[in-house]
Every structure is written in structure tokens, then in C-alpha cells.
């Protein structure tokens, strides 16, 4: 990440909205935002599926899910948060094989941390598990608030936008999709 340009940006902002970036209180905000960008946008220079490179053959064939994953990302339209829930499920392919379950909590912030929408994010963390484990399934459902909703433009402060990526059985088994649904929202 080019933090020079991220300060200097900073800067920029600063004078643009009136401020002086040389008083004493801004001296160190746009190097403490770069700082905060590179923890919070620093998805980009990471690969998720890096967090698949160790699997476990447990030929274990019922769902798997991983609930209520607390995440933090940026919409790309005004560089305002969006926050939620994310919940990602699978059921493991033919061979049983399984991932570690922080994993797909790794998953959901490697894709979170950048510039993002909502619907390709749920996209993203579906397709990489595809990708990954080769599973019979994937539902991956995402809970959020936008800021960019809150706090300005329309003003509608707790209104939740909810997304969902869906996979291989889970597309054409009715019954199964339905189970992993009332799980996901039990
Ligand atoms: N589909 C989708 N839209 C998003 C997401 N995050 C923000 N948006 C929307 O992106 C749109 C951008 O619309 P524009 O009309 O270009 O921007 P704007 O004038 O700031 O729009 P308002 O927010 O309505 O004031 C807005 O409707 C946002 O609500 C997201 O994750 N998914
Ligand atoms: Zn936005």
C-alpha cells in the first residue's frame, strides 16, 4: 500500500473541507488514517484462498455452518463502513473434505477489507469456497448496515440489507436450502 499517497490524499481532504492539516491536533491524522486504511483496506493485497492451503479429509457429509461472523468493510461508493453478520455454510463434497472453521471467518475479512458492494462480497466468499473444497454446496448470507445510508444521503439509520450467494445442491434441492436457511436464521 502506497501510504504517502494515502497521507497526502489526507491532506488534500483536509484543505478541501476548510481545515488546517498544520495545527497541532491534525499533524499526525494522515498518518494515522493511512495507518487505519492499511488495516481496513488491506484486503487487496491478500489472496483468501491462501487460507485453504490445509484441508482435513473427514468424510464428513452433513452441513457445516459458521454463523453470526462479526465483519467491517467499505462501500465503494463513498468510502463510508458497512458492518454486519455474515453466515457462510457449506456441505461437503463427494470426498468429505472439510476446512478449519476460523478459516472461513479468515474468508469473510480478506474479501470484507477493500473497497466493496454487498452483493459481491456474498459472491466472492461463495465462489472461493467453491474454488477451495470442491463442496456438494455453499449458501453464504450477509447481514449489513451501510453508513452511507445511516448517517447521510437518505438518512435511514438501522435499516439491514441482506444478500445471498448460493451454490451447487443448495440451488436445486429446495429442502436442503431451506434446512440451511432455518439454521442460519433459527
Ligand atoms: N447494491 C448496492 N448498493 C450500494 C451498496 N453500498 C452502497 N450502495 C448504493 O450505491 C448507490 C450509489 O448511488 P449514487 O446515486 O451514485 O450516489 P448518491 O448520490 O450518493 O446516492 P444516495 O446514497 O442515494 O444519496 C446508493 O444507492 C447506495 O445506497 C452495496 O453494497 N450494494
Ligand atoms: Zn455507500
Known amino acids: 500500500m502506497d501510504t504517502a499517497k494515502i497521507?497526502?490524499?489526507?491532506?488534500?481532504i483536509l484543505e478541501g473541507i476548510g481545515e488546517d492539516?498544520?495545527?497541532e491536533g491534525l499533524l499526525e491524522t494522515p498518518a494515522r488514517v493511512a495507518r487505519m486504511y492499511e488495516e481496513v483496506l488491506g484486503g487487496l493485497e491478500e489472496d483468501p484462498s491462501r487460507h485453504f492451503d490445509v484441508t482435513f479429509?473427514?468424510?464428513?457429509?452433513e452441513i457445516v455452518l459458521v454463523g453470526d461472523?462479526?465483519?467491517?468493510?467499505?462501500?465503494?461508493?463513498?468510502?463510508?463502513?458497512?458492518?454486519?453478520?455474515?453466515?457462510?455454510?457449506?456441505?461437503?463434497?463427494?470426498?468429505?473434505?472439510?476446512?478449519?472453521?476460523s478459516k472461513l471467518a479468515r474468508l469473510v475479512d480478506g474479501f470484507a477489507k477493500r473497497p466493496q458492494v454487498q452483493e459481491r462480497l456474498t459472491g466472492q466468499i461463495a465462489d472461493t469456497l467453491v474454488e477451495a473444497l470442491n463442496p456438494a454446496g455453499v449458501i453464504v448470507v450477509i447481514e449489513a448496515?451501510?453508513?452511507?445510508?445511516?448517517?447521510r444521503g437518505v438518512k435511514k439509520?438501522?435499516?439491514k440489507t441482506t444478500t445471498r450467494a448460493v451454490r451447487g445442491c443448495f440451488t436445486t434441492d429446495a429442502d436442503a436450502r431451506s434446512?440451511?436457511?432455518a439454521l442460519i436464521f433459527r
Do not use: K, Q, T, W
Not at 497521507?7 to 488534500?12: D, F, I, M, S
Not at 479429509?57 to 457429509?61: A, L, N, P, V
Open 7 to 12: 497521507e497526502a490524499g489526507v491532506r488534500l
Open 21 to 23: 492539516p498544520n495545527r
Open 57 to 61: 479429509d473427514e468424510g464428513h457429509s
Open 69 to 101: 461472523i462479526p465483519f467491517y468493510s467499505m462501500c465503494e461508493h463513498h468510502l463510508a463502513p458497512f458492518f454486519g453478520r455474515a453466515h457462510v455454510a457449506y456441505i461437503p463434497g463427494e470426498d468429505g473434505r472439510i476446512c478449519g472453521i
Open 145 to 151: 448496515e451501510h453508513l452511507c445510508m445511516s448517517m
Open 157 to 159: 439509520p438501522g435499516a
Open 179 to 181: 434446512e440451511a436457511l
